[in-house]
């Protein structure tokens, strides 16, 4: 597996591992064997692992502590911060908004360290800007943290250019986690050229458009019914049966190379850049194996044009979240 930088502190592989759906929004998982998944991206060079606070929430970073304890040494771990949450509600309703106070950004890396059984955090995001707190407070936080030794490095995650420049001029940012796939792609309007200008790395989740580009979606019916991408206007019935024409014409390209959808569209990811690092989530190990074969696959520019117009956003019916879910973005 080829490595990447993420800013001047990071070096992962070029496709990591999003553990989201191990515990969280995705439906019933099983955890021997997302730990055996976890076990074999090590065994194939992926070292760049992605969780969150809120997945679970809490139940994500404890598997993560739980799967890599005797393999901290070999993996970087991410993990999110800024949102206000009731751990006596189910998980559906556990998230009251957003929370990026100083306080909260501290308290929270303490309590994610011992859940993911490590006394450094190498990457901590904020998941969601707060409107209600300059990000120069929160990030002046973060970056105490960073002073303290139980951060490495400090990101944004779905954050706007201009919030980028502000949080950059007081601590370095590392990398910008936002969605970016084949039918995703508004980091290109402003977020990736102002990552590019100041030497922040990129990290796209969802690259696989929450699994719909990889073509075993279907229809809606295929999702449990506590999946998280029922909710969301792509999968909605009157949206679904448009966008899964476009993902047909993504498998009927992948044919013609002799890969599957997932691989093309994960290679169109990875070839965006070297400064791109994708975390696709995967829950078996013959997905993570497809994801990481992809890695190695290169295309041109003309390849990349071709599916990039083939799957254009303005092709795919509804948007990517809620407008309630839109709202915390690009903020």
């Known amino acids: 597996m080829k490595t990447r930088k993420l800013g001047n502190e990071l070096t992962v592989s070029a496709v990591g591992l999003g553990c989201m759906g191990m515990s969280f929004a995705y439906g019933e998982a099983d955890e021997s064997q997302s730990i055996r998944t976890l076990h074999r991206a090590i065994e194939l060079g992926v070292d760049f692992f992605d969780t969150a606070e809120v997945y679970g929430p809490y139940e994500n970073e404890k598997l ?20 206000r949450i009731d751990p006596g509600k189910p998980a559906a309703e556990a998230i009251k908004g957003v929370d990026g106070r100083p306080e909260n950004a501290k308290t929270v890396a303490e309590a994610s360290l011992k859940r993911l059984g490590t006394d450094v955090i190498d990457l ?43 949080a950059h001029a007081v601590h370095p940012i590392a990398a910008i986690q936002s969605e970016y796939s084949l039918w995703s792609r508004d980091p290109e309007q402003e977020v990736l050229d102002t990552c590019r200008e100041l030497g922040i790395g990129f990290v796209p989740y969802s690259p696989l458009g929450r699994g719909m580009l990889t073509g075993t979606i279907r229809k809606v019916e295929d999702l449990a019914a506590d999946d998280f991408r029922r909710s969301l206007p792509r999968f909605q019935e009157e949206n679904f049966e448009a966008n899964a024409a476009l993902v047909a014409t993504l498998e009927r390209l992948a044919m013609e190379r002799g890969v599957t959808a997932a691989q093309l569209a994960l290679a169109w990811v990875v070839n965006q850049g070297e400064d791109i690092v994708p975390i696709p989530g995967a829950r078996r190990i013959e997905h993570l194996e497809q994801n990481v074969a992809a890695a190695g696959i290169v295309l041109t520019g003309s390849e990349r044009a071709e599916l990039g117009e083939a799957l254009s956003p303005t092709l795919v019916a509804g948007n990517r979240y809620t407008d309630a879910s839109l709202a915390l973005t690009n903020r």
């Open 124 to 166: 901590y995001y904020q998941h969601r800007v707060d409107p209600a707190v300059p990000i120069e407070e929160t990030v002046g936080a973060m970056a105490e943290l960073v002073k303290e030794g139980k951060v490495r490095a400090i990101g944004l995650s779905e954050a706007s250019a201009a919030t980028i420049r502000r």
């Open 64 to 83: 993560l502590g739980k799967a890599l304890k005797g393999r901290r040494d070999r993996v970087v771990i991410a993990t999110k911060f800024g949102f």
